[in-house]
């Protein structure tokens, strides 16, 4: 009879890692991916320039060179969303460069401008004269299969929504998927 005890506590041994496996699979946050286009949409949040050197100058004041170094924004902005990412436990928190139109939709002449497809038929004038307005975003995931498959946890976006002080959204980037 004993034997037959230690054969099952063997079996629950080797089962075991198995069962903890399943049981700490991710689970990452419900989201609807944007119909897919040319572009790479990533989701995230806006944050300016400033208030990452802000973050930086208020959390990690000790990790930031003299105010009056040549790279002190940089460097902030850099050590700011470090900071971001360790907290939030999102290693795929990545910054990125995405348009930022008033009314909702990336007008067209805004991407065919940023692509140089006007280089030819504008001049400089005509060229200036069209404002691209741009937001840097602390993208959590794109609508990119990998990227999209790997999304953080309700947990790390909940965290992430009550640091930043606004929720997250889908933005257009200013370059093509891959």
């Known amino acids: 009879m004993s034997s037959l005890l230690s054969k099952s506590f063997e079996a629950l041994k080797i089962a075991?890692?198995?069962?903890?496996?399943?049981?700490?699979?991710?689970?990452?946050?419900n989201l609807v991916r944007p119909e897919r286009q040319s572009y790479v949409h990533y989701y995230g949040y806006a944050v300016s320039r400033d208030w990452l050197i802000q973050f930086a100058e208020q959390h990690c004041p000790e990790a930031l060179p003299e105010r009056s170094a040549k790279n002190y924004e940089n460097t902030?902005?850099?050590?700011?969303?470090?900071?971001?990412?360790?907290?939030?436990?999102?290693?795929t928190l990545a910054r990125k460069e995405c348009f930022n139109p008033k009314g909702g939709s990336v007008p067209p002449e805004w991407i065919a401008l940023y692509d140089g497809v006007y280089d030819d038929e504008l001049d400089d004038e005509e060229l200036?004269?069209?404002?691209?307005?741009?937001?840097?975003?602390?993208?959590?995931?794109?609508?990119?299969?990998?990227?999209?498959?790997?999304?953080?946890?309700?947990?790390?976006?909940?965290?992430?929504?009550?640091?930043?002080?606004h929720t997250p959204q889908w933005w257009v980037s200013c370059g093509y998927a891959d």
Request: proline share 4%; hydrophobic share 40%.
């Open 16 to 29: 075991a890692p198995q069962q903890t496996e399943v049981s700490t699979r991710r689970r990452p946050f």
């Open 76 to 91: 902030a902005r850099t050590r700011a969303y470090e900071l971001i990412r360790a907290w939030a436990g999102i290693c």
């Open 128 to 165: 200036m004269s069209i404002q691209i307005d741009t937001v840097l975003v602390l993208a959590v995931c794109s609508d990119q299969d990998d990227s999209y498959e790997w999304r953080p946890r309700q947990e790390n976006m909940d965290f992430m929504t009550k640091l930043i002080g």
